[in-house]
């Protein structure tokens, strides 16, 4: 009886000693292949970003800077070489006629060398249930191909209406990713609506 158990005990030092080595042992194994060289995927991040935008109040304005802060983006303000008028009916009024007539402002200054970017968010107030005639002449005088687009909006109220579908047809043959709307504030977009709209976007 005494030497069975000591035979047992015997057999169990053996055993508790393979389990306290085996950690080592499994440590000291070479990683396989794909275990030392993790495949790396590009992310929204890692693409230079450029967010151009039209404000008329200062509510998109507003929207634009909070999106280039979120994403390490460059803001350029695209502005009219004639500027809107101030009187807000008077500026209801001549937006409706440019739409109506499908009217593409001059605009000022140089615009932006869009070919050094990989994403280019564009916005714009909603007028009239579209967006700014200015955002025509800034599609139309700059090459987006190979780039992907991104609309955002701030309205009074009326949601996004036509903005994204009107920008989508003047933009074919561009990759367009989903666009958002926003309450126009001077404090700009709800963090929380920003970013959640943000990270489906891949920021």
């Keep these: 009886m005494k030497r069975t158990m000591m035979i047992l005990t015997f057999v169990g030092m053996v055993a508790c000693a393979a389990c306290a080595k085996a950690p080592a042992e499994q440590a000291q194994q070479p990683a396989s292949p794909a275990q030392s060289q993790p495949q790396k995927q590009e992310s929204s ?27 390490g983006g460059d803001l350029y303000r ?41 994403v280019i968010f564009i916005g714009s107030p909603n007028w009239w249930g579209t967006h700014a005639p200015a955002l025509s002449s800034f599609v139309a005088q700059s090459n987006l191909q190979g780039k992907t687009v991104v609309p955002f909006f701030t309205h009074g109220g009326g949601g996004m209406q036509n903005c994204e579908r009107d920008l989508k047809k003047q933009l074919s043959g561009v990759t367009v990713a989903q666009g958002a709307a926003f309450p126009g504030r001077a404090s700009g977009a709800s963090e929380s609506a920003l970013e959640e709209w943000l990270a489906k976007l891949g920021f």
């Design 45 to 71: 991040m890692s693409k230079k970003v450029l967010v151009a935008y039209f404000s008329q109040s200062g509510n998109t304005a507003a929207v634009a800077r909070q999106i280039a802060q979120k994403t």
């Design 78 to 118: 695209i502005e009219t070489q004639t500027p809107y008028p101030s009187d807000y009916g008077t500026l209801l009024d001549q937006a409706k006629q440019e739409i109506r007539s499908g009217a593409k402002p001059a605009l000022k200054g140089n615009l932006p060398p869009v070919q050094d970017y990989d």
